[in-house]
């Protein structure tokens, strides 16, 4: 690669940057000023809460639990004695905790060493960015891109949080970097370790670093005639390790949990996250989010996320540099492909641009580095002796959107952190002081609950409790199911929730009688909203409500004719499973999310249907009758519905409305359509595409002969 021995006829003072011995003092003149900006997070934050340090978004507390839990040497166990999960976003970070705690950063000293490690990562960016600004293009695009990523809002934010921010940004940038200092002779053996730690910081950081892995074979193929055949070949795996070590830790997940996919995927991808998945909606609903990221990082929300048009300049920066610095090209091209595939990733989530984008932040450097150099490549079209005036006074214009916008961000951080101590932080305190040990506490927001509550938590939404992201986004019904289900001891005498999202609203269990009808405590959020309205937290009020398992489990009982062969419990998952129930709905895009009602004293969990159902029935005797019984509420538009038995037609059955919360109806399949053991039924609309639709409410089947 005889390009990159001709660095220095491309890049001019590029390499007498390198090269010179005089100490250039501009990194850290840098990376000081980054600390600084830090330091004044931290003190909106202790001004905000009378001295003391609180976290500005429960994700961080999270952290703080598994590393606590690791520091104490429960490996990855969110309660003490529970199956290891994978709750928290970092492996990395979480283990880097752990370490931190086992060694004396304990109590308050916790929370801020997490604050202090990713502010001194933060300030470390900085200092590389400069570098690999340098180095790539010119000082003066290092500079000014280290200086603009230092005075950044939205990355203080996220660095001062005690979230992985830091650690992550400082990653991505130090790979890159290792990288452009090994390309030239094609001997990587910094870089895969680096991007080895980069794949176990974060989901994103294993995608980014699979693209510096395509660089580097780039790199290898173009050198193989230079550095000999043998020598190429050997130099190939060594470059795979990030690959590994994310596949590692897939192989970790699934040999602890069972599955590969971490609950944070499993809760928050748009894969995931509703009953039935439509490709269509999925695309529709990623491509949403990716247009609202575009919009931020042009500039045209009110986020000062970045400057007006960053993002125009950033991919007229990846263009300049491609065509021009055929040196850098297979880097270049890594970079800007990389910074993409992280963002299509991050629009797959439905928490996408949640906490100011902070699965973004990390990257912002990368975006800032080709914006930087889209307008130093623009103003190489303007005459010589105006160049350093243009680039200069063009970049000047640009650090005042974000020095205008500081403040806010300074004011909103205190503000958040002050909004999480009157909610989360508060339910925790109370919950250690007034709760009986022992108990269990169910929980929408695991993070500052667990940490300060000192009681076993269940994670209602999936994150820290295995098993419960997909009946917590399959809806209240199967959430019930599998929380009255978990073992005895596990489950909740209490449940410490809100009613809006994340996660399902908790009313019709209230009205279910499973929680009491009053809270045992109220918080409701004092905090002021920012100017716009908004705070941190999605709720106005959290309340604690003492629960009742009484009737638990009272919906599986029904009389039925003859002996009972099978049922099939709607709504809950695993029964679901079992019986291959597959809801059958009348409109792509319906979802059959599902519910729990009372009725007397029986609760039973189901789901509104539009359309049909269809499930597998087993243990049947061949050639005897078999009768359905069902629990359902019917609407009264369409009573009629279509029955198949392996694909059969077995008739017309009729479910006329009754005045109840529901009703049960039977009906019985001729024997000679029982030709085995199993039978796979369908009860499906009798007019095929055509509204009006059947749309009830399916609490179960019971079969009997």
Known sequence: MTEVLNTTRETGRTHSFVSSRKPDLVPWLLGGLALVLGALFVISDLAANQGELIAPLD??????????????????????????STGASSFLYALILGGAYAIGFQG????????????????????????????????????WTALLVAVSGPVLWGSSSGMEVGITMLLVVAAVLVFAHEAPGGLFVFTPLVGVLLALVRPEGLIFAGFLILASWWVLWTQRHTTGRVRSLVRWPWTVLPL????????????????????????????????????????????????????????????????????????????????????????????AAGSVAVMISVSTLNT??????????????????????????????VPHSARRVTLHGGLAV????????????????GRDAETIRDTDVSVGAWIAENLPPGVSIGVKDVGAVAYFGRHRVVDLIGLATNGLAAPSNNGIGSLYEAVRQLPPGQ???????????????????????????????????????????????PFTELDIWRTDWTLAGSGDAQQVPGRLRDYVNVGDLRNEAAHAYEPRMAQVGMQPFSIVTRVGDVIDSGRTIAGGEAFTAHDLEPGRPLTITSRTA???????????????????????????????????????LITG?????????????????????????????
């Open 634 to 672: 019917m609407d009264g538009i369409v009573p009629d519905m279509s029955v198949f038995v392996d694909g059969k037609p077995a008739g017309t059955w009729t479910r006329t409305p009754g005045t109840g919360g529901w009703e049960t109806y039977t009906y019985t399949i001729p024997g000679s």
């Open 491 to 537: 489950r909740p005498e209490y449940f410490a929730t809100y009613d809006t999202g994340p996660g399902v609203s908790m009313a019709p269990l209230r009205d279910a009688g499973i929680l009491n009808r009053e809270p045992v405590q109220r918080f409701k959020m004092q905090t002021p909203a920012d100017v716009a309205g908004n705070v941190i937290v």
């Open 352 to 381: 996408a641009l949640f906490h100011n984008l902070r699965y973004q932040q990390p990257f912002l450097p990368i975006l800032l580095l080709f914006a930087v150099s889209g307008a130093y490549g623009v103003t190489r079209a």
């Open 59 to 84: 994700d961080v507390y999270i952290h703080l639990q598994y590393g606590r839990q690791l520091g104490l040497g429960h490996f990855f166990q969110f309660n003490t004695g529970d199956q290891i």
């Open 398 to 413: 640009v650090l005042v959107f974000s020095l205008v916008a500081l403040p806010t961000w300074i004011v909103r951080f």
């Open 244 to 335: 590994l070590a994310g596949v590692g830790q897939l192989a970790f997940y699934a040999l602890a949990t069972g599955t590969t996919s971490a609950n944070g995927i499993q809760s928050k991808s748009l894969l995931h996250d509703a009953p039935l998945f439509y490709l269509g909606v999925f695309v529709d609903r990623t491509t949403d989010n990716l247009r609202r990221l575009a919009g931020t990082f042009l500039g045209f929300t009110n986020g000062d996320f970045a400057f007006p048009g960053a993002l125009l300049l950033f991919f007229a920066g990846a263009l300049y540099l491609i065509v021009l610095r055929r040196a850098w090209r297979p880097l270049l091209v890594a970079l």
């Open 677 to 705: 053991s199993s039978a796979h039924i369908e009860i499906t609309q009798p007019r095929p595409l055509l509204n009006p639709y059947p749309i009830y409410n399916s609490y179960g089947y019971w079969l009997s002969q």
């Open 108 to 143: 308050p000293w916790f929370l801020a060493f997490a604050v202090g490690f990713n502010l001194l990562c933060f300030a470390a960016a900085v200092v590389l960015t400069y570098l690999l600004g340098s180095r790539l293009v010119a000082r003066s695009v290092g500079g």
